[in-house]
């Protein structure tokens, strides 16, 4: 049974900093792996999907990489902002169903 | 371009009262439909999916079902609503092949 696991739960920088948000997932036979954002009281945001063939996806000052072999994924995010707080959730598809990590709740302080 | 609508964003409902959400995609065709509830504090739990019309599996057993009556339309319904059926449900789509998941906005049911 897939597990994932995301580390810190809770992030708190100033603003301005880089941060890196982590993810690991116990079964590396993935065929992609997803970062949502989640704003308090609203759905998911897919912010980037990672193909098991790529080894990263960038979107504006957000970078997503995918170990498979070590079972790891981290998202990077440069030059943080207040508008940057929210939770974010890593996700792999098991089946037809997709498995969640706990998330990482970040506030980004002015 | 593809969307994904719920409704209604929030309810309250009474304790024993019967729960119908909606949600509906556009853009696709032959979707593969989900129902997840998130807890308070918790994580995302899957509640039911659909690969077709009249075709729902369940995860978890409870006081809630699902039906597809329509290739793009999921409904989430109950008939007598319990305490502990509040939470924030989520609808999402997703097709054969590495395009991901898209999550509808949610809807905030409180059972009193």
């Known amino acids: 049974k897939q597990e994932v696991t995301q580390i810190p739960a809770a992030l708190s920088v100033p603003e301005g900093e880089n941060l890196v948000l982590n993810c690991s997932f116990t079964d590396s036979a993935i065929y992609n792996l997803q970062w949502f954002r989640q704003d308090p009281g609203k759905g998911l945001t897919s912010l980037l999907l990672?193909?098991?063939?790529?080894r990263e996806q960038t979107s504006g000052r957000l970078n997503a990489s995918l170990d498979k072999s070590s079972g790891r994924s981290t998202l990077y995010i440069a030059a943080s902002q207040p508008g940057d707080s929210a939770t974010y959730l890593c996700?792999?598809?098991?089946?037809?169903?997709?498995?969640f990590g706990g998330g990482t709740r970040l506030m980004v302080k002015p | 371009s593809q969307t994904i609508h719920q409704w209604p964003a929030t309810l309250v409902q009474p304790v024993g009262s019967p729960l119908s959400l909606e949600c509906t995609v556009e853009?696709?065709?032959?979707?593969?439909l989900y129902w997840y509830r998130q807890a308070a504090g918790r994580g995302l739990q899957l509640l039911f999916y659909?690969?077709?019309?009249?075709?729902i599996s369940s995860e978890v057993p409870q006081n809630l079902s699902a039906s597809r009556p329509q290739d793009r339309q999921f409904i989430l319904s109950s008939k007598k609503l319990l305490l502990s059926d509040s939470g924030f449900y989520l609808c999402a789509w997703s097709v054969l092949g590495n395009y991901g998941y898209t999550f509808g906005s949610g809807t905030r049911l409180t059972v009193v």
């Open positions: 853009g696709t065709s032959n979707p593969n």
């Open positions: 990672i193909q098991s063939s790529q």
């Open positions: 996700a792999v598809p098991s089946g037809v169903m997709l498995t």
């Open positions: 659909s690969v077709g019309i009249g075709q």
